[in-house]
């Protein structure tokens, strides 16, 4: 079962538009939160994260937001550049055992020039 | 600086073979975590080092997986008997220390069992 979703395979957006990308999660236990970019051939490289404590953070042109109630978050990114293409995976980890990252399946982010 | 580095990026093999798949974790880092990753899929788990020893194996799918790391630093995942399922990109990724959540990735090593 899945215990992180992220039910867009897929994502096209215009350069200079907004891109969101979502990510739900089934596990309450999970308390903190990343996403991480990646391009073909290489492996995932961190993007931003959030801890549980907080709703919202911010780096640059990119922003998580967190729904706790909801069990769901989002990835910003304004405006979007055609360098942010590439697949974005939501991960999450679990207090108390901080290093296993559970990831879903990504979404994959064009933006066209 | 250096990254996490793995060989080789891609490993063709016949079913029943053995493979040997190899990461260089970032100088310093102690915590090694194996994980992998099948067509269509996010990265699952499959093992974390601490040092040199195998903190948390509970992802490797069955007895035919093995992964070691003698001296602490470079890590061998080893697949016996390989199956066609075993098909998949596998990653590795370091870190300062487990308490440290960001977790840094290599390029991979596609193995390909026919």
């Known amino acids: 079962d899945q215990q992180v979703k992220q039910n867009s395979p897929s994502l096209s957006v215009q350069e200079g538009r907004i891109s969101i990308l979502n990510c739900d999660y089934t596990?309450?236990?999970?308390?903190?939160f990343l996403w991480y970019k990646k391009y073909p051939a290489e492996g995932p490289t961190f993007l931003i994260s959030?801890?549980?404590?907080?709703d919202k953070n911010e780096d640059g042109r990119f922003t998580v937001f967190l729904n706790k109630s909801a069990k769901h978050l989002s990835l910003h990114i304004v405006p979007s550049q055609p360098g942010d293409s590439a697949v974005y995976f939501c991960?999450?980890?679990?207090?108390?055992?901080?290093?296993?990252?559970?990831f879903g399946k990504g979404t994959l982010l064009t933006v066209n020039p | 600086g250096a990254g996490v580095s793995q060989t080789p990026s891609n490993k063709v093999t016949e079913k029943g073979k053995y493979v040997e798949l190899r990461c260089d974790p970032i100088?310093?880092?102690?915590?090694l975590y194996w994980y992998r990753q099948s067509l269509g899929q996010g990265p699952e788990f499959l093992i974390y080092?601490?040092?040199?020893?195998?903190?948390?194996d509970s992802g490797l799918p069955n007895d035919r997986f093995f992964a070691v790391r003698p001296e602490g630093s470079v890590s061998t995942l080893k697949i016996q008997r390989t199956e066609r399922g075993d098909s998949a990109v596998y990653l590795c990724?370091?870190?300062?220390?487990?308490?440290?959540?960001?977790?840094?990735f290599g390029p991979g090593t596609r193995l390909t069992v026919l």
């Open positions: 596990n309450s236990m999970f308390d903190y």
């Open positions: 959030i801890s549980s404590i907080k």
């Open positions: 991960a999450a980890l679990k207090g108390g055992s901080n290093y296993k990252l559970t």
């Open positions: 990724a370091s870190s300062l220390t487990a308490e440290n959540n960001e977790q840094f």
């Open positions: 080092f601490q040092g040199t020893g195998a903190a948390d």
């Open positions: 100088s310093g880092h102690t915590a």
